[in-house]
């Protein structure tokens, strides 16, 4: 089954700096999407990106998509502290209609 | 903008009560869906719901489980007897189109 895993687990970075995390998943998909979740709070969506995309951006966000890999990354440029927060990638497959979450990355930027 | 809501955003039950989640998805979208979260895993997916049916479920969404939309702005999510590991942050979702969802802010069900 198709599945999104992130790496890292947990991120610190000093606020000003770069994050960077990492996804994969096993199957193959129609999307890629990207949400991030305050602590205890629901799910914001950040960016999608299809399948037959490299690479998109969204303000401070980048994302790549490797699909010969199965792999995408999520970028984002000049942290703050309010980027503190889980991020998740998701991905959907051409049938069916679900999202299948990864485990996410837990970011702490530092001010 | 337009955005999913849910209530309650806290129930606590006892172990074998019968809860209802509610959610009340954006309006022109034709796709609902649940997922759960227990505390510190992965978002699951529960269940999705178009044409006022259930189109797709996940081994988690048994017997136990059902959803509806009993009128044009409400979508619930009903657990008929409530165990300790259903435990869980419960999150709706709506889209328009299948992939683009939109997710409520959850509701926190604790059960004692």
């Known amino acids: 089954s198709q599945q999104g895993e992130e790496d890292p687990q947990a991120l610190s970075i000093q606020e000003g700096e770069n994050a960077t995390m990492n996804c994969s998943y096993k199957?193959?998909?129609?999307?890629l999407q990207w949400y991030r979740q305050n602590s205890g709070r629901g799910l914001v969506h950040l960016i999608l990106?299809?399948?037959?995309?490299r690479e998109k951006h969204s303000g401070r966000l980048r994302v790549t998509l490797d699909t010969s890999k199965k792999s995408s990354s999520l970028l984002i440029t000049a942290s703050r502290a309010a980027d503190t927060a889980s991020y998740f990638c998701a991905t959907d497959a051409w049938l069916g209609n679900k999202l299948v979450f990864g485990a996410g990355t837990i970011l702490r930027v530092k001010s | 903008e337009p955005e999913v809501t849910q209530t309650p955003s806290h129930q606590v039950t006892q172990m074998g009560q019968e809860v209802i989640l509610r959610c009340v998805p954006i309006?022109?979208?034709?796709?609902f869906y649940w997922y759960r979260q227990i505390l510190g895993q992965k978002v699951e997916f529960l269940v999705s719901f178009y044409n006022n049916e259930i189109s797709e479920k996940s081994e988690i969404f048994d017997d136990q489980f059902s959803v509806e939309r009993p009128d044009g702005s409400n979508f619930t999510l009903k657990i008929r007897s409530t165990k300790l590991e259903d435990s869980a942050m419960y999150f709706c979702a709506s889209s328009l189109v299948v992939f683009e969802q939109y997710f409520g802010p959850g509701t926190r069900l604790t059960v004692t």
């Open positions: 309006s022109n979208h034709l796709y």
């Open positions: 199957t193959s998909i129609n999307n």
């Open positions: 990106i299809r399948s037959n995309e």
